[in-house]
């Protein structure tokens, strides 16, 4: 069965410092990654994703991903953070296409941007 | 587009009684979720649907928990009876069949007393 761990599970930066969040994912065939990011109180949305091709994926708001695959990763990253960047962020993996629709989702890690 | 609309919004009840939760997915989507987001497990998958067909239950907790598409546009997660453990904000996510992203909706926030 697939995972994906992020082993951040709550960060605290400054304003204009920069981010990285890691994900690795377990699965040895074809995925499609995500990150996805919940604020507070509202909904998870959608940030990025990769299917294929580049494997420096740009998102919203300054945000990239790089999958790595030989290190089974897709670590979030950004240059310089905001304090409206304060959120919890969620990497997630589906694998297996034909097997189903399925995400899973890593723990989520939160984020907390000091002004 | 209005996205996922779930309804309500905010749910607060008293242990023993049912609850209903409702989902509209994304017009022309053809896969339907249910989440569960709690503090201590983190986002957990219920159940799934495609094309208003249960695919996999495999997450709902116990039987207290049910789950139905009656069509396309609709679906329902029902607890009887509640427990406070249920307590939890649960979201819908809808898919359309040329796409592997899922779009959520704001949530229902339950509260069981």
């Known amino acids: 069965a697939q995972s994906v761990s992020q082993h951040n599970h709550h960060v605290i930066l400054s304003e204009a410092a920069s981010l990285e969040l890691g994900c690795n994912y377990s699965y040895g065939g074809t995925v499609n990654l995500f990150w996805y990011v919940q604020y507070p109180g509202q909904h998870l949305q959608l940030l990025l994703k990769?299917?294929?091709?580049?494997?420096l994926v740009k998102g919203i708001k300054g945000f990239e991903a790089e999958f790595i695959k030989s290190k089974f990763s897709f670590n979030l990253r950004k240059p310089s953070v905001q304090w409206s960047d304060t959120a919890e962020y969620f990497c997630a993996v589906n694998a297996n296409r034909n097997a189903g629709n399925m995400l899973t989702f890593g723990g989520g890690t939160r984020l907390m941007v000091k002004p | 587009d209005a996205g996922v609309i779930q309804s309500p919004r905010h749910e607060v009840t008293e242990m023993g009684q049912e609850v209903t939760l409702r989902c509209k997915p994304i017009?022309?989507?053809?896969?339907l979720f249910w989440y569960r987001q709690t503090m201590m497990r983190g986002l957990e998958l219920l159940i799934y649907?495609?094309?208003?067909?249960?695919?996999?239950d495999s997450g709902m907790p116990e039987d207290r928990f049910s789950a139905k598409m009656p069509n396309a546009s609709f679906s329902t997660l029902k607890i009887q009876p509640s427990e406070p453990r249920d307590s939890a904000v649960y979201f819908c996510?809808?898919?359309?069949?040329?796409?592997?992203?899922?779009?959520f909706g704001p949530g229902t926030r339950l509260t069981v007393l």
């Open positions: 990769y299917f294929s091709g580049d494997p």
């Open positions: 017009s022309g989507h053809n896969s």
């Open positions: 996510a809808s898919r359309g069949l040329r796409t592997d992203t899922q779009y």
């Open positions: 649907f495609n094309n208003n067909v249960p695919i996999d």
